[in-house]
């Protein structure tokens, strides 16, 4: 999943991402 985001959004959009999915699961 991680290169899925990575390739479409990039390293830098990759870790808002992750940080957005963390958000949202608290």
Known sequence: VADFFAKYYGP??????????????Q
């Open 12 to 25: 830098q959009r990759l870790t808002v991402a992750l940080a957005g999915d963390v958000t949202v699961e």
